[in-house]
């Protein structure tokens, strides 16, 4: 265990039986309320969660090869894009992610730039962005 990082989620079972909106059983947050839970944060609960580094599932789980990686996690999408740049800067390009799929819709212009750069200097060949993604390719 490295750090805990708190999850806020609306469990389903209250969404269910308090007959709110389906589309709050995929909204969750690490370490704050989704923007879609402000109406609804007295049914927002918590969790800790364990979280360890990249490296060390990767490690851990003597990963070999990624075909693709996707990083969808609600605003925490940059942190881990620069954790995941970062642990891939020490390893063999064999054992770079094919395709990297991140949500950029909480991404602002100068971080989405600066991965941009740095998934190109890796060597990833092309990027293609779409209103709440970028999808980099070896």
């Known amino acids: 265990l490295e750090s805990v990082a708190k999850i806020y989620y609306i469990p389903e079972s209250i969404i ?67 954790q995941l740049i970062s642990c891939l800067k020490n390893q063999p390009q064999s054992k770079y992610p094919k395709v990297v799929k991140y949500e950029t819709f909480y991404a602002d212009k100068p971080d989405q730039q600066s991965i941009i750069e740095s998934m190109m200097e890796l060597g990833y060949k092309n990027y293609t962005e779409t209103p709440s993604d970028t999808i980099f390719n070896l």
Do not use: A, W
């Open 16 to 82: 269910n039986d308090r007959h709110l909106p389906m589309h709050l059983k995929g909204c969750n947050r690490i370490n704050d309320y989704h923007p879609l839970q402000e109406k609804f944060k007295q049914y927002v609960v918590t969790e800790d969660v364990p979280c360890l580094p990249l490296l060390k599932v990767f490690e851990e789980y003597k990963v070999t090869s990624i075909g693709q990686i996707k990083i969808d996690t609600e605003g925490c999408d940059v942190g881990i894009m620069k």
